[in-house]
């Protein structure tokens, strides 16, 4: 059993070419799975739909949300998917599996005056303010997710050219950058990580203070300390820039097309999302200041 999830796991991140961040959710999800069934003494390739399903109404029963339990059905097909490929099971007992869909939540967003107050918070009088002034100005301005952000090498950054390379998954997009991000890019790399580099051939664009490239969750640290700084009372997290900066190029009259393109997202119904957030929010302004609403 352990010899064909690490040939899952191979697959998933050598043939499919799936993020760090999804094999870990898919293996997570099947590991847990794996735990059930040896409490049943099952083994994986073994269980038929009725199992699946008792072990959905386990998820239910513990109180676990319908967008887990619908992710976990999803982590559970594409491995079952990957058993029938290679000949290991003869279907898939999670084919037929349906789960109540979960509700699907607008994202939060920042309004233009907020994320203003927040790019103001780092200041440019140590090594750390110029490097956190870089790293919010660059998210604000691209909308690239946080892994994407951290992963970033000096090579994908064009000063001259006013743009950054994105890739991500095997998918390279090229994404411009506002006047403000790139002379904040522009001072940080050009003054101050060669001070903060512990080794000069260091590839990644962001460090830490001990030189190496910027962990996830040292940003995660370092976007809350601004958020507290700034005051602001809404609960922003790195995708609260990335969701701020699709709706706002969507307010200010960008189409769905280029915003789907910056993202990277590879559906646009993925993209269609901010649209209902600005209608939301027109609906919201509307009643809030028209005299007779």
Known sequence: MAEILEEYEDFLVETKHASGN???SYMRDLHQFVAYLQELCLQVLDVDQSCVSNYM??????????????RCVASLKSFYNYAVSRGKKDS????????????????QILTGKEVELLLEQPKCTDLKGYRDKAMLELLYATGIRVSELINLNLTDVNLPGGF????????????????????????????VRPKMVADPMEPSLFVNVSGERMS???????????????????DITPHTLRHSFAAHLLE???D??????????????????????????????????????
């Open 22 to 24: 999804t094999v870990a």
């Open 57 to 70: 109404d386990a998820l239910h029963e513990k109180g676990k949300s319908a967008a887990t339990i619908s």
């Open 92 to 107: 898939n007992p999670v084919a037929n599996i349906h789960v109540e869909k979960a509700e699907k939540k607008l994202p």
């Open 164 to 191: 950054i390379r994105c890739d991500s998954g095997g998918k390279v997009r090229i994404i411009p950058l506002y006047p403000a991000a790139v002379k904040a890019l522009s001072d940080y790399i050009q003054d």
């Open 216 to 234: 996830r969750q040292g940003f995660w640290k370092l976007i809350k300390y601004y958020q507290e700084k700034a005051q602001i009372d809404k």
């Open 252 to 254: 200010n009259g960008a």
């Open 256 to 293: 769905l097309r280029s915003i789907q393109e910056m993202l990277g997202h590879s559906d646009i119904s993925s993209t269609q999302i901010y649209a209902q957030l600005v209608k939301q929010n027109l609906k919201s302004v509307y009643h809030k200041y028209h005299p007779r609403a």
